[in-house]
C-alpha cells in the first residue's frame, strides 16, 4: 500500500496500491496554500493591504479507476460520494505522510464515465478529486 484516503470506518478506506492484482495510485497531485489579505480603500490613493492570515490549503488530484488494474470504478465512486454527501472529514496518506492538519473535506468530485461496457458496468474512469482543509 502507498497511500489511502478516506474516513476512520474501513468501509469508506480507498487504498492507493500497487500490486500483481491491483493498481490504484494518485496522479497530477498538486497542494495549493493560500495567504489571506484584507484592503482598505485610502481616499485618492491605491488600497492598503494587510496581511490577515493562511487561508485553507486545497489539495487536488486524479485517481485512475480501472477495471482492468484490478479495481471496481463504481464501488470507489460510491464511497467517495457517500464521503461526499455525508459531509464526512477524511484523512490523507501518502507514504508515511499524512498531509495537512491530518483532516480534509471532499470539496469536489468529478467522475467521469471514461469507458462502458454493453452491460452499463464503468470499466475505467479518471476521478477528479479536491479536498479542502478543515480545521
Known sequence: MIG??????????IRF????????????????CKARFAESNVLLRKPLSQYVGPDLDVLDFKI?????LGVNPQAEFSKLMRIQRDGRIVVLIIGRTAFGFIRWRIDNLGIPYDDIDPTGFVRKSEVDITLKEYV
Not at 489511502?4 to 478506506?13: C, E, N, P
Not at 496500491?17 to 495549493?32: G, I
Open 4 to 13: 489511502a484516503i478516506g474516513t476512520r470506518t474501513f468501509r469508506d478506506v
Open 17 to 32: 496500491e500497487v500490486s500483481p492484482e491491483r493498481v490504484l495510485t494518485v496522479n497530477n497531485f498538486m497542494r495549493r
Open 64 to 68: 485512475i479507476l480501472s477495471a482492468e
